[in-house]
Protein backbone atom coordinates (compact mmCIF):
# COMPACT_ATOMS: atom_id res chain seq x y z
CA UNK A 1 0.00 0.00 0.00
CA UNK A 2 2.34 2.24 0.89
CA UNK A 3 4.49 1.69 -2.37
CA UNK A 4 1.30 2.27 -4.45
CA UNK A 5 1.26 5.47 -2.56
CA UNK A 6 4.83 6.30 -3.04
CA UNK A 7 4.27 5.86 -6.77
CA UNK A 8 1.26 7.81 -7.08
CA UNK A 9 2.88 10.91 -5.06
CA UNK A 10 6.17 10.57 -7.13
CA UNK A 11 5.21 9.15 -10.79
CA UNK A 12 1.84 11.18 -10.92
CA UNK A 13 3.65 14.86 -10.89
CA UNK A 14 6.80 13.42 -13.12
CA UNK A 15 3.84 12.53 -15.70
CA UNK A 16 2.55 15.37 -15.41
CA UNK A 17 5.52 17.46 -15.69
CA UNK A 18 7.09 15.64 -18.91
CA UNK A 19 3.80 16.04 -20.93
CA UNK A 20 4.21 19.59 -19.64
CA UNK A 21 7.53 19.87 -21.31
CA UNK A 22 6.81 17.92 -24.61
CA UNK A 23 3.68 20.40 -25.25
CA UNK A 24 6.04 23.12 -24.43
CA UNK A 25 8.95 21.64 -26.37
CA UNK A 26 7.19 20.38 -30.56
CA UNK A 27 8.68 22.97 -32.19
CA UNK A 28 11.14 21.20 -35.05
CA UNK A 29 14.69 21.77 -34.65
CA UNK A 30 17.63 20.43 -36.41
CA UNK A 31 20.86 18.66 -34.60
CA UNK A 32 23.51 19.28 -36.83
CA UNK A 33 26.69 16.80 -36.20
CA UNK A 34 29.01 18.45 -38.43
CA UNK A 35 30.20 21.79 -36.56
CA UNK A 36 32.02 22.88 -40.36
CA UNK A 37 28.94 22.86 -42.68
CA UNK A 38 25.38 22.67 -40.22
CA UNK A 39 23.56 22.32 -43.48
CA UNK A 40 24.82 18.93 -44.39
CA UNK A 41 22.01 16.87 -44.52
CA UNK A 42 23.80 13.74 -44.24
CA UNK A 43 24.62 14.56 -40.10
CA UNK A 44 21.90 16.25 -39.43
CA UNK A 45 18.56 15.11 -37.95
CA UNK A 46 15.31 17.03 -37.16
CA UNK A 47 13.21 16.60 -34.86
CA UNK A 48 10.57 17.84 -32.14
CA UNK A 49 12.78 19.52 -29.01
CA UNK A 50 11.50 17.05 -26.76
CA UNK A 51 12.67 14.22 -28.26
CA UNK A 52 16.29 15.33 -28.21
CA UNK A 53 15.77 16.14 -24.58
CA UNK A 54 14.02 12.64 -23.62
CA UNK A 55 17.37 10.84 -25.89
CA UNK A 56 19.70 13.32 -24.08
CA UNK A 57 18.10 12.09 -20.09
CA UNK A 58 17.86 8.64 -21.45
CA UNK A 59 21.77 8.64 -22.15
CA UNK A 60 22.75 10.06 -19.28
CA UNK A 61 20.86 7.59 -16.90
CA UNK A 62 22.83 4.84 -19.19
CA UNK A 63 26.29 6.30 -18.98
CA UNK A 64 25.08 7.41 -14.89
CA UNK A 65 24.73 3.22 -14.80
CA UNK A 66 27.40 1.92 -16.59
CA UNK A 67 29.81 3.89 -14.84
CA UNK A 68 28.36 2.93 -11.74
CA UNK A 69 28.38 -0.90 -12.96
CA UNK A 70 31.92 -0.72 -13.24
CA UNK A 71 33.14 1.29 -10.74
CA UNK A 72 31.23 -1.53 -8.22
CA UNK A 73 32.91 -4.10 -10.15
CA UNK A 74 35.16 -4.92 -7.58
CA UNK A 75 32.48 -5.13 -4.96
CA UNK A 76 30.69 -7.76 -6.53
CA UNK A 77 33.70 -10.02 -7.39
CA UNK A 78 34.82 -9.94 -3.37
CA UNK A 79 30.86 -10.37 -2.61
CA UNK A 80 31.16 -13.94 -5.37
CA UNK A 81 34.61 -15.18 -3.58
CA UNK A 82 33.02 -14.38 -0.03
CA UNK A 83 29.89 -16.07 -0.73
CA UNK A 84 31.71 -19.39 -2.38
CA UNK A 85 34.64 -19.53 0.38
CA UNK A 86 31.40 -19.09 2.46
CA UNK A 87 29.78 -22.53 1.17
CA UNK A 88 33.22 -24.16 0.74
CA UNK A 89 33.36 -23.50 4.67
CA UNK A 90 30.01 -24.52 5.21
CA UNK A 91 30.74 -27.93 3.44
CA UNK A 92 33.47 -28.60 5.39
CA UNK A 93 31.39 -28.14 8.65
CA UNK A 94 29.19 -30.59 7.30
CA UNK A 95 31.80 -33.05 6.47
CA UNK A 96 33.32 -32.83 9.46
CA UNK A 97 30.37 -33.22 11.81
CA UNK A 98 29.26 -36.15 10.01
CA UNK A 99 32.52 -37.99 10.73
CA UNK A 100 31.79 -36.64 14.39
CA UNK A 101 28.53 -38.38 14.17
CA UNK A 102 29.95 -41.54 12.77
CA UNK A 103 32.72 -41.43 14.87
CA UNK A 104 30.22 -41.15 18.40
CA UNK A 105 28.42 -43.92 17.23
CA UNK A 106 31.22 -46.37 16.55
CA UNK A 107 32.79 -45.68 19.73
CA UNK A 108 29.85 -45.57 22.18
CA UNK A 109 30.32 -47.26 25.34
CA UNK A 110 28.37 -49.66 26.52
CA UNK A 111 25.47 -49.10 28.99
CA UNK A 112 26.84 -49.43 32.82
CA UNK A 113 26.25 -52.09 34.73
CA UNK A 114 24.91 -52.17 38.18
Known sequence: MLKKLINIVVFAPLGVLLIILSVANRQTVTLALNPFEPS????SVSAPFFVFLFLAVILGLVLG???TWFTQAKYRRR???EASEAVKWHREAEKQRSQAEKLATQASLPAPQG
Do not use: N
Open 40 to 43: DSLL
Open 65 to 67: AAA
Open 79 to 81: ARS
